[in-house]
């Protein structure tokens, strides 16, 4: 039996406190599709899943009393560029622009209305590891990584990186 069809070995989970918001939004930022959901009597959700591209989400409500528990999801996607906007369009916040990293992807970051981290990919070239490293040197490279590993998550908390940026590098402010 194994994996169940249109599954794979990780699926992740997203709890929070508005499930029904949430699948709208994926929705929306994402294109993704509703395959199941349970509703108790209640009103909350107690199980759904969603496909995004090639994996399967599962989600739902969480206890009211429960700490938030925001989900860091890495969307691998065609164009990064257009995703990243849908999923502002869609009324995400954008974490960090999407920026060239120096292992070959393009990679920018939405945080969804509900707290929810997504790194949008595109992975652009293959680089042998010399040439990564050649680029870990490069200051440009550097800058960029530097931007992207100092952006502020969650704005107003107390863990962002001493000295961090969200502004995107060659932007003026």
């Known amino acids: 039996m194994g994996i169940p069809e249109g599954y794979t070995t990780v699926t992740?989970?997203?709890?929070?406190q508005d499930t029904a918001g949430l699948m709208d939004w994926l929705g929306r930022a994402f294109g993704a599709v509703e395959l199941s959901r349970l509703t108790g009597?209640?009103?909350?959700?107690?199980?759904?899943e969603m496909r995004i591209g090639n994996a399967v989400v599962m989600?739902?409500?969480?206890k009211p009393e429960w700490p938030a528990t925001?989900?860091?999801?890495?969307?691998?996607?065609?164009?990064a560029e257009a995703v990243h906007a849908q999923a502002?369009?869609?009324?995400?916040?954008?974490?960090t622009e999407v920026t060239h990293l120096f292992f070959g992807d393009?990679?920018?970051?939405?945080?969804?209305?509900?707290?929810?981290?997504?790194w949008i990919q595109t992975r652009i070239e293959e680089l042998t590891e010399d040439e990564m490293m050649a680029r870990l040197a490069d200051?440009?490279?550097?800058?960029?990584?530097?931007?992207?590993?100092?952006?502020?998550?969650?704005?107003?908390?107390?863990?962002?990186?001493?000295?961090?940026t969200t502004q995107a590098p060659g932007r003026k402010t």
């Not at 992740?12 to 929070?16: D, F, L, Y």
């Not at 989600?59 to 969480?62: P, T």
């Open 70 to 79: 925001p989900a860091f999801l890495r969307l691998y996607v065609d164009d």
């Open 12 to 16: 992740p989970w997203i709890i929070g």
């Open 59 to 62: 989600m739902f409500d969480a």
């Open 139 to 164: 200051p440009e490279f550097t800058r960029r990584m530097e931007y992207v590993q100092g952006a502020d998550f969650f704005p107003g908390s107390t863990t962002q990186a001493p000295g961090s």
């Open 106 to 118: 393009k990679v920018g970051r939405v945080r969804d209305p509900y707290g929810n981290l997504y």
């Open 88 to 95: 502002v369009a869609a009324g995400g916040t954008s974490v």
């Open 41 to 48: 009597d209640d009103g909350r959700i107690g199980h759904a």
